[in-house]
């Protein structure tokens, strides 16, 4: 009798979280199939991971800003013949600033990014999870997307949709035996703040602010195993979270904003 496998996809397997979630799904003996732009980075990984984990892991590169990759992926993964049980939106990048970048292009291929492509591989993968009665779904957003911010017009409200998707999923898909969970970092080790060209933040935030990547994706699967729709990662995120929910603190920052503007 054959014991069936698990699958799981991770979009942004060529570094940071992603690859950490991938490790770490490995670990818990999923087969996997990992998408980014970086075909070599996807394959180095995939070879450590099969030596290590003997696990499955296939490789598709592609641009997740493109409107048809979350429908290539489909068809890749189909292809393979590999079922997605575990769903990680992953992906993601900094952006440009909404305002000064008057390139739309620019900004509707962002959005694409961090969120249609989101909402189109939930709208692909999901439905059959249900059918299966079992699934994981871990969209990673961000504490960004817990607040309002001045002059981030961009990312942070992104994750915000992330964050709204991810806790409507989970209540419709649930009685259905998946789960939906967003993942909800603060500062992370990983490449993104150097993609970004926001190396000065590195060094201007206090070193207690950061996570490694192992903890916040450690954290993230055993939330979403949990049953919890939104995940705060790290302990001080944690803590300080519930104050940015309360319905006093977005007038006061919309004060101090205006304060520091006279
Ligand atoms: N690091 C932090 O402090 C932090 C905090 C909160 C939330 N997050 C979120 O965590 C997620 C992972 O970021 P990270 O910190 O691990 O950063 P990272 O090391 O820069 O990784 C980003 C990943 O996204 C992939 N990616 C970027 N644009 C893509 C595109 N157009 N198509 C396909 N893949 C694309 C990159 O792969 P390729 O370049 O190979 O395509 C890479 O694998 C992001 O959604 C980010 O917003 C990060």
Redesign the pocket.
């Not at 979009?11 to 950490?20: C, F, H, P, Q, Y």
């Not at 590169?61 to 493109?66: A, E, G, N, R």
């Given at each position: 009798m054959s014991i069936e496998r698990r699958s799981a996809l991770v979009?942004?397997?060529?570094?940071?979280?992603?690859?950490?979630f991938a490790k770490q799904l490995a670990q818990r003996g999923f087969d996997l199939l990992l998408?980014?732009?970086?075909s070599e980075?996807?394959e180095s990984l995939a070879k450590v991971l099969t030596e290590e984990n003997h696990v499955r892991v296939e490789t598709f590169?592609?641009?997740?800003?493109?409107p048809d990759?979350p429908a290539r992926i489909l068809a890749y993964a189909r292809e393979c013949g590999l079922q997605i049980d575990f769903l990680v939106n992953?992906?993601?990048?900094?952006g440009k600033d909404l305002l000064q970048e008057r390139s739309w292009s620019e900004h509707a291929?962002h959005l694409e990014?961090?969120m249609i492509?989101v909402a189109q591989m939930c709208h692909l993968f999901v439905p059959s999870m249900c059918d299966r009665g079992y699934g994981r779904v871990i969209n990673?957003?961000?504490?960004?997307g817990r607040i309002p911010r001045l002059n981030d017009l961009n990312?942070g409200p992104s994750?915000a949709y992330l964050i709204a998707l991810s806790e409507a999923l989970d209540m419709t898909v649930r009685s259905s035996g998946v789960r939906a969970s967003a993942l909800?970092?603060?500062?992370?080790?990983?490449?993104?703040?150097?993609?970004?060209g926001m190396l000065d933040k590195i060094e201007r935030t206090p070193r207690f602010a950061?996570y490694e990547?192992e903890v916040v994706v450690r954290e993230g699967i055993e939330a979403v195993e949990k049953g919890k729709s939104v995940m705060v990662s790290g302990r001080i995120y944690r803590w300080f979270d519930p104050f940015l929910q309360l319905p006093w603190f977005r007038p006061l920052i919309k004060r101090f904003v205006a304060y520091k503007r006279l």
């Open positions: 979009t942004g397997a060529s570094s940071g979280l992603g690859v950490e998408v980014a732009r970086r980075r996807l590169p592609v641009d997740l800003s493109l990759s992953n992906a993601g990048s900094a291929k990014l961090m492509s990673v957003a961000s504490v960004a990312y994750k909800c970092p603060g500062f992370t080790n990983t490449e993104f703040h150097a993609v970004a950061w990547a």
